[in-house]
Each structure stands twice: as C-alpha cells, then as structure tokens.
C-alpha cells in the first residue's frame, strides 16, 4: 500500500512563512513528477510547484514566483514547499501529488499517481 501523507498547514498572518511537507510511504521505487496544487473554495484547483525527481527541474505558478520553492529528499521520499511572504489569495487547501510513483509488491512493480488528502493554509490577520 502506498500513500501520501501532507503536514505542515495552518494559521498563519500575511507576510508570514509556512513550509508544507509531503511524505511518501510504502515500497517505493521511484517517483518522476511530484508537487502541489491548491484549491481555494469557489475556485478551480490550480498547480503552485513541481519538481522532477531525477533532474531537479522546478515549475512554479506566476502567483508565486520569487515567494515559494520546493525541494525534495528523494532518499526520504518526501518532498516540501517553502512558502515565504504569504498573502490573504494564498489561503487554500494545499494537496500534494506523486506523478508515475513506481512502487514494489513482492516481484512485481507497480506505477501509480497518487494524491494526498490536503492540509488547509489560511493567511489572515
């Protein structure tokens, strides 16, 4: 069974800092894509971040250039967003995601995309 556990959300006021983890559990093998989309109530789900596991690359949505990064530990198999000089339209549910996350059950491997269940950020004063 593979998974994907977020932590790390909270209150926090603008200008604040917040750093969002997502940790993989289970037989993993390898993950290619992984990062987080946020959804803000009336809005449509939107990518904040991604990175590729085997290169590093990083994309970030224009809302948040310059204000987030994210990094991983592939040997932990986690990955985490730093969120600095946080704003009121930051505020969302933050969900993390594994894109062809290769994983083992007994000789056999398996790819899966997964989701996390989503951690709430709110940035108010």
């Known amino acids: 069974q593979v998974q994907l556990v977020e932590s790390g959300g909270g209150l926090v006021q603008p200008g604040g800092s917040l750093r969002l983890s997502c940790a993989a559990s289970g037989n993993i093998f390898a993950i290619y894509d992984m990062g987080w989309y946020r959804q803000a109530p009336g809005k449509q789900r939107e990518l904040v971040a991604s990175?590729?596991?085997?290169?590093?690359?990083?994309t970030y949505a224009d809302s948040v250039k310059g204000r987030f990064t994210i990094s991983r530990d592939n040997a932990k198999n986690a990955y985490y967003l730093r969120m600095n000089n946080l704003k009121p339209e930051d505020t969302a549910a933050y969900y993390c995601?594994?894109?062809?996350?290769?994983?083992?059950?007994?000789?056999?491997?398996?790819?899966?995309?997964?989701w996390g269940r989503g951690t709430q950020v709110t940035v108010s004063s």
């Open positions: 995601y594994a894109d062809k996350l290769i994983y083992r059950s007994g000789s056999n491997y398996f790819t899966r995309n997964l």
């Open positions: 990175i590729i596991s085997w290169n590093s690359t990083t």
